[in-house]
């Protein structure tokens, strides 16, 4: 039996969870930022500088002790960050670490740094006071994608950052990897991250975009010379598009999907992390993540301590609007939680999610970064920026279901459109009668409801139906004749197997929302996926010039969970939608004559006449190359 009920309302506090003072289970992320914004190197991007903050003072093991007095009773993780922390000293960094380790509530400690500082003593001094640090390194892929990581000289810092994670390989030490996605690394994303991973050392890469087009203006320099850092970052900045290092959205969605598609090729998922992909891979999966990107722990849950005892939200929101409070005024988290709620910039940027509640990806996106919802809004709305998660989405979507076939992660008309719950008795078991070819004896119920539909009960509505095959004597009468056209061709043409169908129902005077007209395809393996999703593609892009301006044809990838054993299937979706502006009674009234145009269109396509979908694929990309092929 099949089952499937669309959801469509989800609030706010579900994708961004408010700060319960009361709550003992649920960490709370503090970045210390252990010398403010000083950093013996002068990244042109650095946002940390842009803060023009004064430097000089350093975050003590006193303050870290109060951190863990003001969130006591709750989880704490800790990132040590800068600037670049190691300026501090190996004496400084000891005494935070030992106040750290000796703290119970501390879950996890971090250390960012860009890797220059770092040496065989860097190493013993972590050995020795906290063997379970996290080490995690600024490398922006190889020599060329480093090009605006450079020194105060402005010279190329990068040999200096290799020798780090080679010393670190020596060591039998993992380090994560946070590489920026500049236009340095553009249409690289194979090379930069076959450059990663060719670090022992390397466990983990999250590429992280620079949507600058909002900077208008250098870093301010100190002194009456600028350094020939200062003068190289001057030198960057554009005009309405924003300094040179910076990118659009589509630009990031496009580096992101040909990294995970290389990650998956060459089989790197084995033994390296990489974001976005595999919390993106996590939430499709209906699993949680600790990517607060893709999470609901949000900017509530990660807070930043400055030197002089500034405690504000995360750190990547515009300061002093993101300050909160100072840590040595502030009694417990109880006011730090009624600072969040008083602060203008988060309203701001919690008011900015409102419409992800509606949105059909709000399960997987998870909203996204409000920092970036709040200045990609400053520029153009946050339309592209919620264009390149969904893109995203989609392109992993795709690379999760077909992995032997990446050049469906290009395909812009099948989107990701979950449907919740969506769920079958015995998948395996319902394929494998499907082949079969025996014709079964058993009978099964069939009524059918005022509205046209038929399930085992005869109600309108969505309820239980018996999941048949095309050898069962019953299997025309359990097909709603409006879509059956439509089952037919994709059953009998191309030899697919439908789990579900609907003829679409406008429930006329029932407290129902209409249904849309809609066929549900379950593939055999991913070969057969990877063609039937092409030739949808196809199929669709070929009818929608002849549909009905009051109709159009959506293509959605989902997953069918099995009851039986609780595994997920990837599942292609074929539907019948309202076009934009319509009314339902444009939809039905048209309903039928569309279907005639779709039913045409899929029977001039078949599964078996290549791999290649309707959509341009980008520049040197092809699933055909070597590159591209080679496991």
């Not at 010393?167 to 500049?182: K, P, W, Y």
């Not at 990031?252 to 084995?270: D, H, K, M, N």
């Not at 995360?314 to 840590?327: H, S």
Request: charged share 20%; glycine share 8%.
């Amino acid at each position: 039996m099949h089952r499937t009920i669309e959801r469509h309302h989800h609030g706010i506090e579900r994708l961004y969870r408010s700060l319960d003072s009361d709550d003992t289970s649920t960490a709370v992320s503090v970045i210390v930022k252990v010398r403010g914004e000083t950093c013996n190197v002068d990244c042109l991007y650095c946002y940390e500088k842009r803060k023009e903050a004064p430097g000089g003072a350093r975050v003590n093991a006193a303050q870290i002790g109060r951190l863990a007095t003001l969130f006591r009773g709750r989880p704490l993780a800790v990132e040590i960050h800068g600037g670049e922390p190691l300026t501090a000293g190996k004496e400084h960094i000891a005494e935070i670490l030992r106040e750290l380790s000796a703290l119970p509530r501390v879950v996890r400690i971090t250390l960012q740094t860009n890797g220059v500082l770092l040496d065989e003593g860097w190493l013993d001094l972590f050995e020795d006071l906290c063997p379970t640090l996290h080490v995690g390194v600024s490398l922006d892929g190889d020599a060329q994608g480093n090009t605006w990581r450079v020194g105060y000289d402005g010279r190329p810092i990068y040999p200096r950052i290799a020798r780090a994670l080679n010393l670190l390989s020596d060591r039998g030490r993992s380090v994560g990897v946070i590489a920026a996605v500049t236009p340095a690394v553009l249409g690289r994303a194979e090379a930069v991250l076959d450059h990663l991973a060719g670090f022992g050392s390397v466990n983990a890469v999250s590429f992280v975009p620079c949507f600058d087009t909002a900077i208008r203006r250098p870093t301010a320099a100190t002194g009456r010379r600028a350094p020939a850092s200062r003068l190289l970052q001057q030198a960057a900045m554009g005009s309405d598009g924003g300094p040179a290092w910076a990118i659009h959205p589509d630009e990031y969605a496009e580096f992101v999907l040909a990294a995970t598609a290389r990650w998956i090729r060459a089989g790197y998922f084995a033994h390296l992390k990489l974001e976005p992909a595999v919390s993106a891979i996590r939430r499709l999966r209906g699993l949680g993540t600790g990517f607060c990107h893709f999470s609901d722990l949000k900017c509530d849950h990660v807070l930043t301590l400055y030197p002089d005892g500034r405690l504000g939200s995360c750190d990547e929101l515009p300061w002093p609007q993101a300050q909160l409070t100072l840590l040595d005024t502030t009694n417990d988290q109880h006011e730090v939680a009624r600072a969040q709620r008083s602060s203008t910039l988060l309203n701001q940027g919690k008011a900015l999610m409102q419409r992800c509640t509606t949105c059909d990806y709000r399960s997987t996106c998870g909203g996204g970064c409000v920092a970036t919802h709040w200045r990609m809004n400053l520029v153009d709305g946050q339309d592209a920026y919620c264009d390149h998660r969904m893109r995203v989405i989609d392109g992993v979507a795709a690379l999760l279901a077909q992995p032997a076939h990446p050049d469906g992660a290009w395909c812009r008309t099948l989107r990701w459109r979950p449907r919740s719950p969506n769920s079958m008795r015995d998948v395996a078991g319902f394929a494998a009668r499907w082949d079969d070819r025996t014709p079964p004896h058993n009978t099964v119920r069939l009524r059918t409801s005022s509205q046209g539909n038929i399930n085992t009960i005869g109600r309108p509505g969505v309820h239980e139906a018996d999941d048949l095959d095309p050898s069962h004597p019953q299997w025309r009468d359990a097909i709603e004749p409006g879509v059956w056209s439509l089952v037919h061709t994709v059953t009998s043409h191309w030899n697919l197997i439908t789990y579900d169908s609907c003829e679409g129902h406008a429930y006329t005077d029932l407290e129902l929302e209409p249904a849309v007209r809609k066929v549900g395809i379950l593939a055999r393996d991913q070969d057969e996926y990877a063609d039937a999703a092409s030739a949808l593609c196809r199929a669709a892009v070929a009818a929608a010039a002849a549909l009905p301006p009051a109709i159009t044809v959506t293509l959605g990838r989902s997953m069918l969970t099995c009851e039986t054993t609780g595994a997920v299937e990837p599942v292609l979706d074929l539907a019948l939608q309202p076009g934009a502006g319509h009314s339902w009674d444009d939809y039905f009234a048209h309903l039928d004559d569309a279907t005639v145009v779709l039913a045409l269109a899929l029977r001039d396509e078949h599964p078996s006449r290549g791999p290649a979908c309707s959509c341009p694929v980008p520049a040197g990309r092809s699933a055909c190359s070597p590159e591209e092929t080679r496991s």
